[in-house]
């Protein structure tokens, strides 16, 4: 069974930094492509980052002071979040399990409905 465990999130000041962890449940997982979305109240799933199986990484234009990594070691999924701003506050999920794989990441990648397994979220609150 996929299990993915998100970590890392709680409440910041505007400007903060915080660095978001998703510690996947088998190596098959975190050496596929993965992705960071999140979901404030009232508002649609956004896509924040995705990276592919050979570390190539993806970000929507709307979206900047992020880092995605990953340490396949330690079977885990790292986002890091710079200059935080209010309007950055939602509950962050990481995604695996990529229908079609690597092959369509450039295409699929930045979209949740293309993957599989989902982690339970933590929440990032940033005030002002």
């Known amino acids: 069974q996929v299990q993915l465990v998100e970590s890392g999130g709680g409440s910041v000041q505007a400007g903060g930094s915080l660095r978001l962890s998703c510690e996947a449940s088998?190596?098959?997982?975190?050496?596929?492509?993965m992705g960071w979305f999140r979901q404030a109240p009232g508002k649609g799933r956004e896509a924040v980052a995705a990276?592919?199986?050979?570390?190539?990484t993806n970000y929507p234009n709307s979206v900047s002071r992020v880092t995605i990594s990953r340490d396949n070691a330690k079977k885990t999924l790292y986002l890091q979040m710079n200059s935080l701003k209010p309007e950055n506050s939602a509950m962050y999920y990481c995604a695996a399990g990529l229908i079609g794989g690597s092959g369509y990441f450039r295409r699929r990648g930045l979209i949740g409905s293309w993957y599989r397994y989902w982690g339970q979220g933590t929440q990032v609150t940033v005030s002002s």
């Open positions: 088998a190596y098959t997982i975190i050496i596929n492509p």
């Open positions: 990276i592919d199986s050979d570390g190539s």
